[in-house]
């Protein structure tokens, strides 16, 4: 049993989605207001006892561009345990997006949480729709790039709240395999860093898309960034879905196991993940991937153990975890309150910090309602219904409103 001091040791890092406020681009690309709720809300169940929608519950559709809902999750995530946000940072060329909150929080000094970055290198593209191949703004890396990008972060590095890693600020690169020359790059934040007053600045990569050697590229540590680079086996073909499926259902057991296998040491640095479930069939639809029994008691244990592993794996040191994430609420990926769970994800993190009384998976295989075809076709005439009567009021309404207009 580890003692409370060596678990306190691991702070702990929730991924913060900032996507949650129209701007100018997304009525473009997308439809005036287009904001995450708008993915959040356009899917239903695709097999008996899959939770889908996931609506969220105290703070409701919240808009981040209202500091006091900022302030709230704040409040929320420290109460429980949560020690940092990770925010995404989108930066192309000099042109950035989603930049209100996360700048509204670097002025809002009542924003007293922890914070790192993570460059959200990627091009920006309809992959909400299916079209991933539809670029609406390349990451170019041009010559001056390097420069331009490390100098845009300095407002961020210098604030006190700011997360760092043995003294040195610690900056994220989500896709470090997209980085013309990775080595280059980071040798030029460096350089930038110190004629700034930074002696030092710790890069990490995510470890995604393949990825598992952040030394590869020239970095000082990797993030593990479950559900990326999954080898646990698909279910799907156990399930009994209502219209055909194309997509990935693994068990929570097995992805967590996975990672939980990896070690970390010294000479090859990381710094593990968990998420507390994850569903993007909002985004993706029968192409989606559904991990099985995400419950609060299997996202407790697995975090227990990652805590658990931190401390064996750097002994008296101070490490970070990460969780994904906070609101990825389009992803079913969320410790944020939901109408179905409500604090349980939350309460789960405080215990898991402190120590899990779990021993085991609590849930794993297949649930008995999701394999059963009868209980399927019930529910799916009950949500064909649902949408229905739902779609039925809102003519009514719109025609009754009409009719006031003469």
């Known amino acids: 049993m580890l003692a409370k001091s060596d678990r306190d040791r691991v702070k702990l890092i929730a991924f913060y989605l900032t996507q949650f406020h129209p701007i100018p681009e997304n009525d473009l690309w997308w439809g005036k207001g287009f904001t995450e709720w708008t993915n959040v809300t356009k899917v239903g169940p695709q097999f008996a006892g899959h939770y889908q929608p996931h609506l969220p519950a105290d703070m409701g559709f919240y808009d981040l561009r209202v500091r006091e809902t900022r302030r709230e999750q704040i409040q929320l995530a420290k109460l429980f345990g949560i020690d940092?946000?990770?925010?995404?940072?989108?930066?192309?060329?000099?042109?950035?997006?989603?930049?209100?909150?996360?700048?509204?929080?670097?002025?809002?000094?009542?924003?007293?949480?922890p914070f790192c970055l993570c460059w959200a290198?990627?091009?920006?593209?309809?992959?909400?729709?299916?079209?991933?191949?539809?670029?609406?703004?390349?990451?170019?890396?041009?010559?001056?790039?390097?420069?331009?990008?490390?100098?845009?972060?300095?407002?961020?590095?210098?604030?006190?709240?700011?997360?760092r890693v043995d003294g040195a600020p610690l900056l994220l690169v989500y896709r470090p395999q997209h980085l013309p020359d990775s080595r280059r790059s980071v040798e030029v934040w460096r350089q930038y860093c110190a004629k700034k007053g930074f002696p030092n600045l710790h890069v990490a990569c995510a470890l995604t898309h393949g990825n598992w050697d952040h030394q590869a590229y020239g970095f000082d540590s990797g993030v593990e960034f479950p559900p990326h680079n999954m080898t646990a086996a698909n279910r799907a073909t156990e399930l009994n879905f209502f219209a055909p499926y194309e997509g990935y259902c693994p068990d929570y057991k097995d992805v967590a196991e996975m990672y939980l296998a990896r070690r970390y040491d010294d000479a090859n640095s990381g710094f593990r993940g968990v998420f507390p479930s994850w569903d993007n069939t909002a985004r993706r639809g029968a192409r989606g991937t559904v991990i099985l029994n995400g419950t609060p008691e299997n996202y407790e244990y697995w975090l227990s153990e990652a805590i658990r592993k931190t401390v064996e794996d750097y002994p008296g040191k101070e490490r970070l975890l990460f969780i994904n994430a906070w609101n990825e609420w389009a992803e079913g990926c969320h410790l944020e309150p939901d109408r179905?769970?409500?604090?349980?994800?939350?309460?789960?993190?405080?215990?898991?910090?402190?120590?899990?009384n779990y021993m085991k998976w609590t849930h794993s295989g297949i649930p008995a309602e999701a394999s059963d075809g009868h209980e399927a076709q019930a529910q799916f005439t009950y949500f064909k219904v649902k949408k229905k009567n739902a779609a039925s009021r809102a003519w009514k309404k719109m025609r009754s409103k009409l009719r006031s207009l003469g």
């Not at 989108?90 to 929080?105: A, I, N, V």
């Not at 179905?340 to 402190?354: I, S």
């Open 121 to 163: 290198n990627e091009n920006w593209t309809r992959r909400w729709d299916a079209a991933e191949q539809e670029v609406l703004i390349a990451q170019k890396y041009q010559a001056t790039d390097d420069v331009e990008f490390i100098k845009s972060l300095m407002p961020f590095f210098e604030d006190p709240r700011y997360i």
């Open 84 to 113: 940092g946000f990770c925010y995404y940072y989108y930066w192309f060329s000099g042109k950035r997006l989603l930049e209100q909150p996360l700048d509204d929080m670097l002025g809002d000094r009542q924003s007293n949480m």
């Open 340 to 356: 179905r769970y409500g604090h349980q994800f939350l309460e789960a993190t405080a215990r898991a910090r402190q120590g899990s």
